[in-house]
Every structure is written in structure tokens, then in C-alpha cells.
T-cell receptor, first 115, second 110 residues
Framework: DSGVTQTPKHLITATGQRVTLRCSPRSGDLSVYWYQQSLDQGLQFLIQ???????AKGNILERFSAQQFPDLHSELNLSSLELGDSALYFC??????????????FGEGSRLTVL | GENVEQHPSTLSVQEGDSAVIKCTYSDSASNYFPWYKQELGKRPQLIID?????GEKKDQRIAVTLNKTAKHFSLHITETQPEDSAVYFCAANFNNDMRFGAGTRLTVKP
């Protein structure tokens, strides 16, 4: 158990819909990262938050947005869903602070299927 | 942006042989290089990491080497076992985030 909690574990929805994925980081970790992993693909960095502020942005689509709340949990919002958005979405947290030099602890992932 | 390239994409070895996976990175400011193992259907987990102030680090059957001049680092697994079969990802820090290579699917044949 990494200490990172992601919900829901599985989600099936239709094209055009909107979903919200939730992540609770390990106790004490201030950094939260979101990654997308499509079938048999690598980990594509989406976005990072540190203590409530956006710190880094990767290849995140404009249809996607995220935020980190004062209690440090984070949500990833995916809207106008397309078939290609089907993937495993991982959240990871780190105590490495702003410099990205600490171990990332991954949650179990949220598997999104868009039909 | 930061680019981390990883080779090979697939690797098959016989049990007991060694396996080597190589990565290159583009940002000379990167100073932290972890390796993650992802078993089928599971989350990635850190297996070893190295910081830029050392050239090599070992942990039992696994080792990582770093060449900062060449911006190149490698994972070495000796005496491979079937349970080493998984996808391995290298990564490098870039500014405030972590960028991953595309992964190497390692198969260890008994």
C-alpha cells in the first residue's frame, strides 16, 4: 500500500461526458502528480501541484483540468470525453517538494473507459 | 521540454542472464534519476534511484549507472528471475516534475 488513494478504481462513461477523478496523497506529501497511461503505453505526464499551486504542466489537453485543494487532495476533471481518452490515470505524491527530486508514490490508478 | 528516451522497448532474456536497459535525457539540469517497475495491472513502484553526485549505485541484483556528461543512465539486472518480468520505466526530473521514458517490457524465460 503506497498510501496514495485514488477513486474511483473503474469508470465507464460515454463520449461527450465529463468525469472527475480524485486523489488523496500520502500523509505529509505536498506534491501531487497526474499521469495518463494508455494501453501498453508509457506514463504521460499531465500536471503537477505543490501545496495547492500548479507547478508544472505536461501534455494536458485543454478539455482536462485539475486542482489541489487546501487539504491537499487533488481532482482531475476530464470533459467532452473522446474514445481516445480511455486510459489508466495515475496519481502520485511526493515529499520531494518543489524540486522534483523525491520518490513518487503511485496510487492504484483510475481506469477510465469511454464508450 | 524534457525528453527521456528509453531503449529497448522489449527485452527477452533467459533466467539467470543479465538485462540492461538504457536511457538518455535532454535537460542537463536534471539531477535525479529513478527507475520504476510496473507489474501487469499494478502501479509503478520505485526499485532504485540515483542522484547526479554519484556514478553508480547497487542494491543486490540491480544497479544503476549514470554518465552526466553523456546524459545517459542505465539499469542493470543480474541473475534475472521470472519474477523480474515487468515493464521498467526510467525517469528524470525536469524543473518541478518527473518525466518518464516509454518503458521496457522485460520477459525472463524460465
Amino acid at each position: 500500500d503506497s498510501g496514495v488513494t485514488q477513486t474511483p478504481k473503474h469508470l465507464i462513461t460515454a463520449t461527450g461526458q465529463r468525469v472527475t477523478l480524485r486523489c488523496s496523497p500520502r500523509s505529509g506529501d505536498l506534491s501531487v502528480y497526474w499521469y495518463q497511461q494508455s494501453l501498453d503505453q508509457g506514463l504521460q505526464f499531465l500536471i503537477q501541484y505543490y501545496n495547492g499551486e500548479e507547478r508544472a504542466k505536461g501534455n494536458i489537453l485543454e478539455r482536462f483540468s485539475a486542482q489541489q485543494f487546501p487539504d491537499l487532495h487533488s481532482e482531475l476533471n476530464l470533459s467532452s470525453l473522446e474514445l481516445g481518452d480511455s486510459a489508466l490515470y495515475f496519481c502520485a505524491s511526493s515529499s520531494g517538494g518543489r524540486l522534483g527530486t523525491g520518490e513518487l508514490f503511485f496510487g492504484e490508478g483510475s481506469r477510465l473507459t469511454v464508450l | 521540454g524534457e525528453n527521456v528516451e528509453q531503449h529497448p522497448s522489449t527485452l527477452s532474456v533467459q533466467e539467470g542472464d543479465s538485462a540492461v536497459i538504457k536511457c538518455t535525457y535532454s535537460d542537463s539540469a536534471s539531477n535525479y534519476f529513478p527507475w520504476y517497475k510496473q507489474e501487469l495491472g499494478k502501479r509503478p513502484q520505485l526499485i532504485i534511484d540515483i542522484r547526479s553526485n554519484v556514478g553508480e549505485k547497487k542494491d543486490q541484483r540491480i544497479a544503476v549507472t549514470l554518465n552526466k556528461t553523456a546524459k545517459h543512465f542505465s539499469l542493470h539486472i543480474t541473475e534475472t528471475q521470472p519474477e523480474d518480468s515487468a515493464v521498467y520505466f526510467c525517469a528524470a526530473n525536469f524543473n518541478n516534475d518527473m518525466r518518464f521514458g516509454a518503458g521496457t517490457r522485460l520477459t525472463v524465460k524460465p
